[in-house]
Every structure is written in structure tokens, then in C-alpha cells.
């Protein structure tokens, strides 16, 4: 019973980081273009989505996040979301900054930090709301 909960709420868990995360960056270009990030013209957008979804599962396996989600402590699991994200942005300005360039897909490094700061604080209402619910779960 225990093994199904805990898979149940790993899934959640990345499930909803996932989205939180893609919110974010869709949110994001919308306010800043006033315009969809499907639409025709800005599919260039599109593949900095597909980096940004890679490289938080990168982070979130190094990092361990998802491992014990029903058995760690709030400080630990806070602590871990913290080093996932930042490891997180780490590999964000190593790979886009540095590598591709943000001139190869025309993005704006606006874009890039307000994406990442809106999805660094939708991801801790998020993980706050988790442990909510997690909490009662636990007892």
C-alpha cells in the first residue's frame, strides 16, 4: 500500500513540476510578446522549451530529487528542490549562454530570466503545497 502511495505521488510530483515548469515559460514569453508561443512565427521558440524540460530532469536525477518523496523531512526536501534548481540554472547559462548562444534561436535573455525566476517561485509554491499534502498523507 505504502509502494503505490509513494509512486503515486513521485508521479504527481514530477508531473507537476513538469507543468509548473512549461507554465512558466509559456507565461512568460506571453507577457513579454503578447502573443502565443504556438503560433507560426515563434516556433523558434519551441526548441529552448524542449532544453529547458531536458535539462530539469538532468538536474532533478542528479540531484536525487525524486527519490523518498513520501520519507524525507520539509528541510531536506526543501533543500534538495533548492540544489535541483540551481543546478538547474547552472546548466541553463552553461547551455544556452554559452554553447548554443541566445542569437542561434533570436531569444532574449530577458526571456531566459524571467522564465527562470517565475518558474523558481512557482516551483516553491508548488513543493510547499506538495509537503501540504504530503503531510497529511504521511500521518
Known amino acids: 500500500m505504502i509502494n503505490r502511495h509513494t509512486t503515486l505521488f513521485k508521479a504527481l510530483n514530477l508531473t507537476i513540476d513538469y507543468l509548473v515548469l512549461n507554465i512558466?515559460?509559456?507565461a512568460t514569453y506571453y507577457i513579454e510578446n503578447h502573443t502565443s508561443i504556438f503560433s507560426g512565427e515563434n516556433k523558434k521558440y519551441l526548441p529552448i522549451v524542449l532544453v529547458f524540460n531536458l535539462i530539469w530532469l538532468l538536474s532533478a536525477n542528479i540531484s536525487r530529487l525524486y527519490r523518498g518523496v513520501l520519507?524525507?523531512?520539509s528541510i531536506i526536501?526543501?533543500?534538495?528542490?533548492f540544489r535541483t534548481?540551481?543546478?538547474f540554472v547552472s546548466f541553463i547559462c552553461f547551455t544556452?549562454?554559452?554553447l548554443i548562444g541566445t542569437e542561434a534561436y533570436?531569444?532574449?535573455r530577458q526571456y531566459l530570466f524571467y522564465s527562470i525566476v517565475l518558474f523558481g517561485?512557482?516551483?516553491?509554491?508548488w513543493k510547499v503545497i506538495f509537503l501540504l499534502i504530503r503531510k497529511s498523507e504521511r500521518a
Open 96 to 98: 544556452i549562454l554559452i
Open 106 to 108: 533570436f531569444i532574449t
Open 71 to 73: 520519507n524525507k523531512d
Open 24 to 26: 512558466s515559460l509559456i
Open 85 to 87: 534548481y540551481f543546478l
Open 121 to 125: 517561485v512557482l516551483l516553491g509554491c
Open 77 to 81: 526536501t526543501f533543500r534538495n528542490v
